[in-house]
């Protein structure tokens, strides 16, 4: 299931006349499902398509209903499989095929388009694509500034960042999961490596929250694993979840910022802790009342600072950034992912278990 929200930060401002006080999180403390747009057939989704109304409660605890306010269908993704043989002179191909959970929502200038892909390989990805218009400040005629792009006379389109986070709630064949993180390494000259041109993936558990705070490493191909070191496969493999991140830059504010201090979670771009049956909410019990954010705040809310976990909770975080603003097209086509591929789930051996089951709550901020 998805809990879906969002919240803005603008810590990147033109100190003198931009609003640098607005940081809005849109998902943890007013909630997008409420902004949820009625979509329409041709428009908004296409194909055959199944249509999901959804019934909220307003401000005085009266029932109201969005109609056709998710949408369900299933559309061609690209090739999935294909090889040539030479030798006989023969082609085959397969096409992939995924099904798509989305839906639309409009906050104030901005629009959220929120996917859900599922895959036939077990793979799962979550997509946003943001579009809107930008928001904008006044300037004094013939001004310009560092800190936005000039969209209209007088009119600047401030650089900030939007932060999407992802929480998962990792059952990967079982409750007993260990994360792990896993660079690609080059292996020193020696008798087994003679050319020098080895290399292997290293792969070393997380035990600890102190270690589990971590970011992303394109030089080293760097991703994570989830996986049930209590369960192997016919071939003796642990079944796992591979995190494969995307790339994305933290928050350009300074450490010290109070948009920093507000929401610590995007000073990283992962954060793991242990599961407590107790922790009901992302950055502790309701109303949030702690200032550290989604991913610190469940470190030091009373409970030891430091702990091993067995079962782990995943705080992914991707960013779209939007600090280069370029007018109205410059929120076309801006989308953040978290990609979860399946690795080595299936398992030949009789009575085995269903495959992993994922719950996963965005915490969205943008």
Known sequence: MACLG??????????????GFRNAFD???????????????????????RYLDVDLADGN????AIRQAICLHEEDAGLLWKHYDGNLGTTETRRSRRLVISFILTADNYEYAIYWYFYQDGSIEFEVKLTGIVLTTALPPGETSEYGTLVAPQTLAAHHQHFLSMRLDMAVDGLSNTVYEVDTEAVPPGPGNRLSNAFRPVRRPLRRESEAQRVIDPSRARYWLVGNPGIRTGLGHEPAYKLVPSASALAFSHPDSSANQRAKFATKHLWVTPYSPGERYPAGDYPNQ??????AARVDQGRPPDREYRRGDVVHRGQPSRHQARGLAGHARRTGRVHAEARRLLRSEPGARRGPRLICAL???R
């Open 6 to 19: 969002s919240r803005t930060l603008y810590p990147l401002r033109r100190p003198a006349s931009v609003p």
């Open 27 to 49: 998902a943890g403390e007013f909630g997008l499902g409420i902004l949820a747009n009625s979509l329409e057939l041709g428009c908004d989704c296409l194909g055959e398509i």
């Open 61 to 64: 605890g009266e029932p109201y």
């Open 290 to 295: 702690h200032p550290g954010g989604c991913g």
């Open 363 to 365: 915490l969205a901020v």
